[in-house]
Nanobody, 123 residues
Framework: QMQLVESGGGLVQAGGSLRLACATSRRTYSTYTMGWFRRAPGKERELVAQISWTRLGTYYADSVKGRFTISRDNAKNTVTLQMNSLKPEDTAVYYC????????????????WGQGTQVTVSS
């Protein structure tokens, strides 16, 4: 089992920034692909950003490219999502997730999930 705990959500004005952090409990975390998903009201959960265990492979949804940056520190078992130039449409619950089977865009590929953290961007 792996526990994921997100932090850093909150309320911010449009154009502002937030930094989400995800702490993991498992030693083998470093071999997992880590992703950040979000689910806005009335919408399906979508992959926002993803980073491979080597940190060489990253993916960003088109809607966040150039504004969000995912990073990981394998020594500290953490993954972060720096979100800049936030827009009201970024409002959602953000989830940290871990995949043992490598990169993928679908939620079903991910094995472990955090409880989620709310991000609200006001206009």
């Amino acid at each position: 089992q792996m526990q994921l705990v997100e932090s850093g959500g909150g309320l911010v004005q449009a154009g502002g920034s937030l930094r989400l952090a995800c702490a993991t409990s498992r030693r083998t975390y470093s071999t997992y692909t880590m992703g950040w998903f979000r689910r806005a009201p009335g919408k399906e959960r979508e992959l926002v950003a993803q980073i491979s265990w080597t940190r060489l492979g990253t993916y960003y949804a088109d809607s966040v490219k150039g504004r969000f940056t995912i990073s990981r520190d394998n020594a500290k078992n953490t993954v972060t999502l720096q979100m800049n130039s936030l827009k009201p449409e970024d409002t959602a619950v953000y989830y940290c997730a871990a995949s043992a089977s490598g990169p993928g865009k679908g939620p079903l590929q991910y094995d472990y999930w955090g409880q989620g953290t709310q991000v609200t961007v006001s206009s």
